[in-house]
């Protein structure tokens, strides 16, 4: 292991720590994997997943999709009897991963930024922009070929139109971007 995978791994492994003191009660009783609608689909339940913070084991934690596909419907955490916040653990392992640009969530992250920013711009989503900043951001001139029958499907029911709109008043959601980046900014420093 390389100086720098080193420094990544104690980075991760320290951002790890306000999360499992969240956690820290977690009896494994499996509620929360029960809870989960979308569980079905996870590499691991979010019960394996409590179990393996607890234990420190941020590589596996991090080689698993399971965080990443919470949905933050808060069953899990309407239903833990020990009243655990295991929705708000899930959303900071997805900012852990983001932050740290861990190369398996790189697609999800982008995606994600692409979709806000068209959001910031507009106050919507614009799907052609939207698709445009996202297919940039992968780097890939493949990438838009596999989805242009979808696309195409898409035009023709007028789901999507080709038409880029001119951007809208910037000035009138940018003061509610800037206070949800102070207060997660303030958050992720408790």
Not at 1 to 7: L, R, T, Y
Not at 38 to 64: C, K, V, Y
Not at 80 to 101: D, F, H, S, V, Y
Request: aromatic share 8%; charged share 25%; with cysteine.
């Amino acid at each position: 292991m390389n100086q720098a995978e080193h420094k990544e791994k104690l980075s991760v492994h320290d951002a790890l720590a306000p999360i499992r003191e969240k956690i820290q009660a977690c009896i494994q009783c499996g509620t929360c994997s029960g809870s989960c609608p979308n569980e079905f689909a996870m590499d691991m339940t979010p019960r394996h997943l409590w179990r393996l913070l607890l234990m420190g084991q941020a590589e596996d934690i991090f080689h698993s999709k399971t965080f990443m596909l919470c949905s933050a419907c808060y069953y899990c955490t309407l239903r833990c009897p020990r009243g655990l916040p295991l929705t708000e653990a899930m959303g900071e392992l997805k900012q852990i991963a983001a932050r740290e640009n861990l190369v398996p969530y790189n697609q999800s992250v982008r995606f994600y930024k692409s979709f806000m920013e068209s959001v910031r711009r507009h106050g919507r989503v614009q799907e052609m922009e939207f698709m445009t900043l996202y297919f940039a951001s992968m780097k890939s001139p493949f990438l838009p070929l596999r989805f242009a029958p979808l696309g195409l499907r898409l035009m023709s029911k007028g789901k999507v139109h080709l038409h880029i709109p001119l951007q809208n008043d910037p000035e009138s959601l940018d003061a509610v971007f800037r206070k949800a980046e102070e207060m997660e900014k303030v958050r992720s420093e408790k």
